[in-house]
Structures are given as C-alpha cells and as structure tokens.
C-alpha cells in the first residue's frame, strides 16, 4: 500500500482541477459544441472551487482569497469552528445536500478569542 499522501496535497490537486476545468470550459465556449456543454462544465468548476475550500480547510488554512493563514485547533474552539485571527472568521466544514462545504462565519463583534 502506498503512504498517506500529505494532508496539503488535495488542497492543490483541487486547485489544479479548478484551472483545468476552467480552461476546458473557455474551450467549450470557443467550439461552438452548445450552451449545455459549457454550462455543465461551469457547475463542474463551481462544485470543485467549493471543494478547494474545504480541502484547504481541513488542511488547516484559511480559505479566504488572499489570506492563508493558518487556522486553530478546532478542538480548541467552543463551536468547534477552525479560527483564522487574520480575518476573524470561523470555518466549519458543513455536509449540505450530500456534500461537504466550508462556510465562513464572522466573529461576533465583541467576541475576542486572541
Ligand atoms: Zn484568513
């Protein structure tokens, strides 16, 4: 059996998907092949960029564009949440319809957790 892969390593396969199905879908555009090929291509780059998210997440990074940062222990939180003290949110890794999706909650104003 081969070795765990290291917990990043989805993190940038999804991103890498993401790229090559967009540029899939720029050429679907360009063929002239129909509306409904570069649609369902759109939706299969939309469901991998959410799944970016959420690899990055649980490899502990903060999933919002530009930042990065590392995130807490959610062991350590009372929501569970993983926090990222850059931009103040709490991600959570949520099973919506089937799926698993990261959505980002904003501290509460008065919510100190530094
Ligand atoms: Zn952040």
Known sequence: MSPT???DSLVFDAARC???VRHARDVAARLDIGDLVVAELADIGERLAALHLVALVAAG???NPKCGADLTDPAESPSGAR???ACRV?????EE???LRAIARPWAANQDRV
């Open 5 to 7: 892969p290291p917990r």
């Open 18 to 20: 993401c790229t090559y």
């Open 61 to 63: 990074w903060c999933a």
């Open 83 to 85: 926090d990222c003290r």
């Open 90 to 94: 709490g991600w959570s890794l949520i």
């Open 97 to 99: 319809a089937g799926r």
